[in-house]
């Protein structure tokens, strides 16, 4: 014979019910509706299949070994992913800011050709100075009005082209001796204007120096300068006349550029950071090109700083991004527009 468990409505609740079975008092869980066989389902409780599923996976809820690597491979490859779209974007920040140092250079240029006559700073090798020496006399320049100058040995020498463009970008430059010099150019003021964020490892060089052995203080640059337009170049002035800083002698301002991206030619036997001239036509290829049959050294260029780009700034101020291809380094003028 089955039993059948009886209901009883509770006074206070009039949807939930109580049963009895063998003398015990069970209570509902919630409003029991429906017909008697889910009323007799409800106050019986779960059966031993919904137990065991609920114990098997409610109590110690936790990941398989299979959904671990499933989750883990997942985020490795989601980081495989976006790791070179973050590398990419971080150097075209890099670049952004490149080009932000460069027009800065270019703005303190103009200042200084304001002031100087309408002179850029000097730079490169000052060939056949007048007298012999490098000083305001040997470089036409007898009452010092084209350049600014620095004391070293009672004789008077045009500052390195960093220090130069530095003062007019609210730094103070000592002038009073080449060992008050050698220190701020090696300070952090001076050497933070003229970094490039993408360069790794930052170079030390020379800009300035004469064929009897003096040679201007180091100086830390990620950029190199077109000696073209700013030395006293080792040709006849007269048959082709070198500008000497000089911006109104420039032909075409906006084809010849004034600094961009580059190293010293050689870390060890040639740490310049100078471009120069080997006709009276040249553009930074036809210079690349001469300079690997020359022994000046062959690492100026800088094909990987930017992803085989550079960053090039131009007499007349404004800044272009190359490829380093042939025919974009054929674009940029070193000798080419001055005369």
């Known amino acids: 014979m089955m039993f ?16 009895t079975h063998g003398g015990r008092e069970v209570r509902g869980g919630g409003p029991i509706c429906g017909s008697p066989l889910e009323r007799i ?3 019986c409780g779960p059966s031993p299949r919904t137990l065991k599923a609920v114990g098997s996976r409610g109590g110690a809820v936790g990941f398989s070994l299979v959904e671990l690597i499933v989750v883990i491979g997942t985020i490795a490859l989601l980081i495989s992913i976006l790791m070179p779209t973050l590398g990419l974007l971080r150097e075209r920040g890099n670049q952004i800011k490149c080009m932000a140092a460069l027009r800065s250079i270019g703005q303190a240029a103009l200042m200084h ?5 309408q ?4 730079a490169g090798w000052q060939w056949s100075p007048e007298g012999g020496v490098v000083n305001p006399q040997g470089m036409g320049d007898s009452q ?3 350049y600014d100058y620095y004391t070293e040995d009672d004789e008077r020498r045009p500052l390195p082209v960093t220090a130069a463009l530095a003062r007019y970008m609210n730094i103070l430059v000592s002038t009073d001796s080449r060992q008050a010099l050698e220190k701020d150019l090696q300070g952090e003021a001076i050497q933070r204007l003229f970094r490039c964020p993408s360069q790794q490892i930052p170079l030390s060089g020379w800009t ?5 052995g003096w ?23 007269i048959t082709r006349p070198f500008p000497g800083g000089h911006i109104t002698a420039i032909r075409s301002a906006s084809e010849v550029f004034f600094a961009m991206d580059g190293r010293t030619r050689d870390p060890v036997t040639d740490r310049c950071f100078l471009v120069f001239d080997f006709g009276p036509s040249d553009t930074v290829k036809d210079w690349d090109a001469n300079v690997l049959t020359s022994p000046q050294g062959k690492e100026l260029i800088d094909y990987w700083r930017h992803g085989r780009r550079i960053n090039v700034l131009f007499v007349d101020g404004h800044v272009r991004t190359f490829s380093t291809d042939p025919g ?10 001055v005369n």
Do not use: W
Not at 215 to 237: C, K, M, T, W
Not at 328 to 337: E, N, P, R
């Open 119 to 122: 002179y850029l700073p000097c």
């Open 208 to 212: 300035q120096r004469d064929s009897e």
């Open 4 to 19: 059948m468990p009886s209901f009883k409505r509770l006074s206070r609740d009039p949807v939930r019910y109580r049963t």
């Open 41 to 43: 389902a409800h106050a």
């Open 113 to 117: 050709c304001n002031e100087h006559d």
């Open 215 to 237: 040679q201007s203080p180091d100086e830390v640059s990620s950029y190199v300068f077109n000696e073209a337009i700013l030395g006293r170049r080792d040709h006849d002035s």
């Open 328 to 337: 974009d380094l054929d674009q940029i003028g070193v000798s080419k527009g």
């Open 144 to 146: 010092a009005r084209r």
